[in-house]
């Protein structure tokens, strides 16, 4: 079982992954409009990808601490 403290760091992680993909997102944004390249956009995208596979992840994970009655 979990400890609080490790609860409260996968937490922790999930909130940072959401941010980094909310400043993802402007950056696209960003880069759709003005890129100098075509690897820049790729490039963007495929971190955008990245994050939004961690956030699947991480919602496995508290999915399954909830689920072992860890207080989520």
């Not at 979990?2 to 960003?30: E, F, G, K, M, P």
């Amino acid at each position: 079982m979990l400890t609080h403290n490790q609860v409260q760091a996968v937490l922790a992680l999930r909130n940072d992954i959401r941010n980094a993909h909310s400043h993802y997102q402007q950056l696209w944004q960003i880069a759709r409009v003005w890129s100098p390249t075509l690897d820049m956009k790729e490039d963007v995208q495929r971190v955008g990808r990245d994050l939004e596979k961690l956030e699947a992840d991480i919602s496995i994970l508290v999915r399954d601490m909830a689920t072992d009655n860890v207080n989520v």
